[in-house]
Nanobody
């Protein structure tokens, strides 16, 4: 079992920045593909970004490209989501997810391939 714990959420004005962190204690972290998803009230959970186990490959939703950056530090068992130029539409509960499964460019953005989820951290962007 992999326990994921998100942190770093909060209230920020439009145009501001936040950095989310997700800690995953355990030696297997460095072998996991990690992802960030978000869910706004009344909406389905949607893909934000993902990063391969080595950090060599990153993937982003079109809505956050150029504004968000995903990264990881395997020595610290942590994945990060740097969010810049935040917009009110980015307001949501942000979830960290992990998987050891093989993925494709299509499947990596789906919730189905992720086996482990955190409880989420709230991000609220005011206009």
């Amino acid at each position: 079992q992999v326990q994921l714990v998100e942190s770093g959420g909060g209230l920020v004005q439009a145009g501001g920045s936040l950095r989310l962190s997700c800690a995953a204690p355990g030696r297997i972290f460095s072998s996991l593909t990690m992802g960030w998803f978000r869910q706004a009230p009344g909406k389905e959970r949607e893909f934000v970004a993902a990063i391969s186990w080595s950090g060599s490959y990153t993937y982003y939703a079109d809505s956050v490209k150029g504004r968000f950056t995903i990264s990881r530090d395997n020595a610290k068992n942590t994945v990060f989501l740097q969010m810049n130029s935040l917009e009110p539409e980015d307001t949501a509960l942000y979830y960290c997810a992990a998987t050891s499964r093989t993925y494709s460019r299509v499947s990596i953005s789906t919730t189905a391939i992720y086996d482990y989820w955190g409880r989420g951290t709230q991000v609220t962007v005011s206009s």
